[in-house]
């Protein structure tokens, strides 16, 4: 069975500085999905960015960018230029197709100080 | 476009008593899936349907059951409930069958069992 794991509950970081969040994942599928969802404060849940695996090429979106290593199974999250906005829980998760269904990790919390 | 709605938004009720938690998804959208997020635990997949169909069921007991309706509404019921039950319970759609898209969720139901 897949799992995902985050291994920081909760994070801080300035305003204006860069902050990776960190993802390992366990599967022993070779074509999934990995994904970064974003839960602010009492707000729905959107998707910041998606990653193939099939893909080696980091996805990017924005100040959003992914570190993707398939072989070490590991997809953390960086935010540059980080913004009061950013503050929010975030999620990592894991599709594998034709499933149905993501798995998420329990997630990070993050605070961006003014 | 509205988004995905849920009600309702609150909700309490007690243990041993029966709940009915209702999602309209986006419009377009086919694929409807439900979670139920608590602290520490992340979000549990229940169950995903696609065209009045349950496509997968995750790892929880009987009591938690779902439908989908023809236009693509869909509801979740929890009998019998129980302290542990207490939960925000999401809602996402998705425009395709939830195997590659993008997850649009609702605010989210939050119930507490007393």
């Known amino acids: 069975a897949q799992t995902v794991t985050q291994s920081q509950p909760e994070m801080s970081v300035q305003e204006a500085e860069t902050v990776t969040l960190s993802c390992t994942y366990d599967?022993?599928?070779?074509?999934?999905?990995l994904f970064w969802y974003k839960q602010p404060p009492s707000r729905q849940m959107i998707l910041v960015i998606r990653?193939?695996?099939?893909?080696?090429q980091n996805a990017t979106e924005n100040r959003f960018s992914v570190n993707f290593q398939k072989a070490a199974k590991s997809f953390s999250l960086k935010i540059s230029d980080s913004q009061l906005g950013d503050t929010a829980m975030y999620f990592c998760?894991?599709?594998?197709?034709?499933?149905?269904?993501?798995?998420f990790g329990t997630g990070t919390r993050l605070k961006v100080l003014a | 476009k509205a988004g995905v709605t849920q009600t309702p938004r609150y909700l309490i009720k007690t243990r041993g008593q029966q709940v009915t938690l209702s999602c309209s998804p986006i419009?377009?959208?086919?694929?409807v899936s439900w979670y139920q997020q608590t602290p520490g635990q992340g979000l549990q997949f229940l169950f995903e349907?696609?065209?009045?169909?349950?496509?997968n069921k995750g790892n929880f007991p009987g009591r938690f059951s779902g439908r989908q309706f023809s236009n693509s509404r869909s509801e979740m019921n929890v009998s019998t409930l129980e302290l542990g039950d207490s939960a925000l319970y999401l809602c996402?759609?998705?425009?395709?069958?939830?195997?590659?898209?993008?997850?649009?969720f609702g605010e989210g139901s939050r119930l507490t069992v007393l």
């Open positions: 599967t022993s599928e070779n074509n999934y999905y």
């Open positions: 419009s377009g959208h086919r694929s």
């Open positions: 996402a759609s998705s425009e395709q069958p939830a195997n590659t898209g993008e997850l649009f």
């Open positions: 998760a894991f599709m594998k197709p034709g499933t149905y269904k993501y798995i």
């Open positions: 990653q193939e695996a099939y893909k080696q």
């Open positions: 349907y696609f065209s009045e169909t349950q496509r």
